[in-house]
């Protein structure tokens, strides 16, 4: 059964840091001068209203855009300038807002393939089909803890929109990373869909951070630790939910239709 994410008073070790982080696309800065640091074993929120550059902040955090100015430190190793393959190899890996999964592929050989680079397979490309059989037991490991054991056969393109999300969190589990981003989960999910994925997050950030960009509010109020909220690129509020949320100026700029 899911526990409810708690709140110990000994702050975890910082694994993600920015400090100054600043995107200028000509004269439009996306984001400005934005200081975050991520912990381990917590789930960390951004959120804010569209435009506010949540999925700029990832990207740069990610190194598929190089920052105008600022720095990024994973693990205590400035990775500014490190290209993002090598940034993945270190332990920083992200999903995206569209499903990345291969769709003629089953569930158990979509997580098979992704455990190919953590156990050393996926440039030896002259073995047969058959080396994968040695990742069959982790990726049933991992399909299990994400409750698609019952799908496990079924082609990718046959899940649910849903349920293609979760293979894509079992996928991205196989990386074995020390910090996951998530960008936006829940998207498009059904509630039966949502709690399942919530669940899996709150199991996952027992043993690696988790930063996500999430607009589903009462998720982030059930499973986040800690909330950053963004408004035109800069650092409007943060805190626990419940600070966050009583913030006049967060209340102005993001949540008020949903307290209406």
């Known amino acids: 059964m899911a526990v409810a994410a708690t709140h110990n008073h000994a702050e975890p070790r910082v694994v993600l840091s920015a ?8 004269a439009f800065a996306a984001v400005k001068n934005v200081d975050l640091d991520v912990h381990h074993a917590r ?3 951004l959120i ?3 435009g506010a550059g949540k999925t700029t902040v990832f990207n740069l955090l990610t190194k598929f855009l190089q920052p105008t100015a600022g720095t990024i430190a994973l693990m205590g190793t400035d990775i500014t300038k490190t290209p ?3 940034v993945a190899r270190m332990g920083l890996v992200r999903s995206f807002q569209i499903s990345a999964v291969f769709p003629h592929l089953s569930v158990l050989d979509n997580v098979r393939v992704a455990l190919q680079r953590p156990n050393g397979l996926s440039t030896q490309f002259w073995l047969p089909t058959s ?16 409750g698609l054991k019952r799908e496990r056969n079924s082609l990718a393109a046959d899940l649910s929109y ?9 996928t991205t589990l196989a990386l074995d990373p020390q910090v996951l981003l998530l960008d936006e989960p829940m998207a ?4 039966e869909d949502i709690g399942t994925v919530s669940s899996i997050i709150r199991e996952v950030a027992k043993t690696r951070a988790v930063l996500m960009v999430e607009h589903n509010l009462s998720v982030v109020a059930d499973i986040c630790h800690h909330v950053t909220v963004l408004q035109r690129g800069e650092i409007l509020a943060e805190g626990d939910y419940a600070t966050v949320s009583q913030d006049e100026r967060v209340r102005l700029a993001y949540m008020g239709a949903e307290e209406a």
């Open 131 to 146: 080396a994968l059989n040695r990742l069959t037991a982790r990726a049933d490991e991992l399909i299990e803890a994400v």
């Open 48 to 50: 804010g209203p569209n």
């Open 188 to 191: 498009g999910m059904g509630q």
């Open 43 to 45: 789930v960390h929120a």
């Open 162 to 170: 849903g349920r293609k999300r979760v293979l894509e969190i079992a």
């Open 84 to 86: 993002p393959d090598k």
């Open 19 to 26: 400090r100054g982080l600043t995107k200028q696309f000509g």
